[in-house]
């Protein structure tokens, strides 16, 4: 399985971008990037994912670089409801399981 | 749509005493199922996974068993808890069949034992 790396905690003024970074460097040809967030004592959410084209949709962008090592979430305009912890993740892209790994994420403070 | 469904949403359990969290999905069928646990201030760990019915991936050594008796319907049990059991529990479930299916979480179960 590919590792994901990201910063452990982030800050990011409400009503601006945040931008929340996610190194997988050994990620292979076949897998995705995923991001969930989760809200104290709520279950993960799915937020987005992509292969190799940058995504967006209602709540997010993914920003996947070129040689797929690294990813980046924007949300673009945060709000205090968006502190959170955030996952960057890779899919295991074999069709007889699906075993995923979450990491311990970013934890995201939007401040007043 | 799909849709799935854990419960208890929290439970207070003894040392020693049995558990049973149940998870169920509707709306699809055959799916990959997870459990997770997250202890306080921790990440999610994964326990057991499952891809067909009677099928059951251990992760970690532990004190805990997981059961899928029906396609879509997955169990989490201890015969007897343990204090470091206590956390909170998330089942998930996935399409099966190709890669970039997104997994999608329940509720959650808040289990602490005393």
């Known amino acids: 399985d590919a590792k994901t790396t990201q910063p452990t905690s982030m800050d990011c003024a409400e009503g601006r971008a945040a931008n929340l970074p996610c190194n997988h460097s050994?990620?292979?040809?076949?897998?995705?990037v995923y991001w969930y967030r989760q809200i104290h004592s709520q279950g993960p959410q799915y937020i987005i994912h992509?292969?190799?084209n940058n995504e967006t949709n209602e709540m997010a962008s993914l920003i996947i670089t070129e040689d797929r090592k690294s990813s980046t979430l924007i949300l673009p305009h945060a709000t205090l409801r968006d502190t959170a912890v955030y996952y960057c993740?890779?899919?295991?892209?074999?069709?007889?399981?699906?075993?995923?790994?979450f990491g311990p994420g970013t934890s995201l403070s939007v401040i007043p | 749509s799909q849709t799935i469904h854990q419960w208890p949403a929290t439970l207070v359990q003894p040392v020693g005493s049995p558990l049973s969290l149940e998870c169920t999905v509707e709306?699809?069928?055959?799916?990959?199922l997870y459990w997770y646990r997250q202890a306080a201030g921790r990440g999610l760990q994964l326990l057991f996974y499952?891809?067909?019915?009677?099928?059951i991936s251990s992760e970690v050594p532990q004190n805990l068993s997981a059961s899928r008796p029906q396609d879509r319907q997955f169990i989490l049990s201890s015969k007897k808890l343990l204090l470091s059991d206590s956390g909170f529990y998330l089942c998930?479930?996935?399409?099966?069949?190709?890669?970039?299916?997104?997994?999608?979480f329940g509720e959650g179960s808040w289990l602490t034992v005393v």
């Open positions: 709306g699809t069928s055959n799916p990959n």
């Open positions: 993740i890779v899919r295991v892209g074999k069709t007889s399981y699906d075993k995923v790994i």
């Open positions: 499952s891809v067909g019915i009677g099928q």
């Open positions: 998930a479930w996935s399409r099966q069949g190709s890669s970039g299916n997104t997994i999608y």
């Open positions: 992509g292969l190799k």
């Open positions: 050994t990620i292979s040809g076949n897998e995705y």
